[in-house]
């Protein structure tokens, strides 16, 4: 009963945030076994669909679940910028975590953009490192918070994702980018919506 309450008010938050203001249907979204699609919605010209998974646990909290964000659009361009991303020179670098927002934004005490990218797979990774406010003298929680964008359009989108995680997760997060490419080439034509 604890962990639908928990659900129901946690769709609740992020419902109420303006990024879901503008809600559509999520029939050809596609399906990750360990996530629940949530909510669907459009932002500048750019398809987003909210996967999210909860924790069982009677000490389980925000932190606990997953908020993976899928981002798409005719429109690199557009892609982009709702990303957070943005080209310096001949680069992409990532600007600021903004396709889905880092949990309680207001207790963070830093973030910053780590200087370097990954990669995996056909996917190029931008981290940016969270550091939560402290408890008295106690250093406060370190997430990780990573925008994972493909480098070719599928099925004519530009596609992006973004989760945060604790620093540990990482892999869980590599593993997700692969089985969502998977998902992406095998199903159908995403959405496209025009600006």
Known sequence: MINKLARIVGMLVLFSHPAYANTV????????????IIGC??????????YWKGHDGPYASAFDERHL???????????????????????????????????LASQIASRSVLPTRIHSDDWAIYLEAIQYESQQQA???????????????????????????????????????SALEAALTRGKALMLWRE
């Open 25 to 36: 249907q999520c029939a050809d979204a596609p399906r990750l076994t360990d996530l629940e």
């Open 41 to 50: 919605n459009q932002r500048e010209g750019v398809g987003i669909v909210t």
């Open 69 to 103: 964000f899928l981002g798409f659009s005719g429109s690199r361009e557009s892609l982009n910028s709702e990303a957070g991303l943005r080209v310096v020179g001949e680069r992409l670098v990532l600007m600021r975590t903004t396709l889905g927002a880092p949990l």
């Open 139 to 177: 250093v406060g929680y370190p997430m990780l918070c990573a925008t994972g964008v493909l480098r070719n359009k599928v099925k004519g989108a530009y596609v992006a994702v973004a989760e945060c995680f604790a620093y540990e997760e990482k892999t869980r997060f590599l593993a997700t980018l």
